[in-house]
């Protein structure tokens, strides 16, 4: 169901209210190109609503979005270079609804100054699968008798009907 191979996919975006739309479904499609189906709404969600807390606030509106598929969870990553926009301030409803729909969240800084929020989505293996195994039907409530020894010199010198008969006689 789900791809062992790891996966990674960036964007620059230059935010902006009608980019909000195209990016999340630029990142649905290439959840749907690694058969991760399962996880293309609460990624796009989380993606709208990060997108949307950046145009609304930060004063510089590039960003770049970052996607880790590593065979057990998808990391989202965005990182803006606005020293103006503070996730402790700005962004605390929008990263409080991230919190609330992943299976992780962060906040840190990199090397150049630059702010990123992340959060992941863990792959769900067993959708398709029962978790707990079911017994296997019909069970067979009696022992079926173990057919008598025929020789099998007897079996190849009669005909073929008193051959027939022998294997019905040993059943």
Sequence with gaps: MKTAVP?????????????????????????????????????????????????????????????????????TAFGDDDPDLRPDQDLRSCLADIAAMSDGWGCCASDTGSKIIWFSQRARAGQRVPLVPIAPEPTLREGRTVPREEPVAALAAAPASAADDALEGSR
């Design 7 to 75: 996966c990674y996919y960036h964007l620059d975006v230059e935010v902006s209210p009608e980019r909000v739309g195209q990016v999340s479904r630029i990142l649905a499609a290439h959840l749907r190109y690694w058969d991760l189906d399962n996880l293309v709404d609460p990624v796009c969600r989380g993606a709208e609503l990060l997108l949307r807390a950046i145009d609304e606030h930060a004063t510089d509106k590039h960003t770049s979005i970052e996607m880790w598929w590593n065979g057990q969870h998808l990391i």
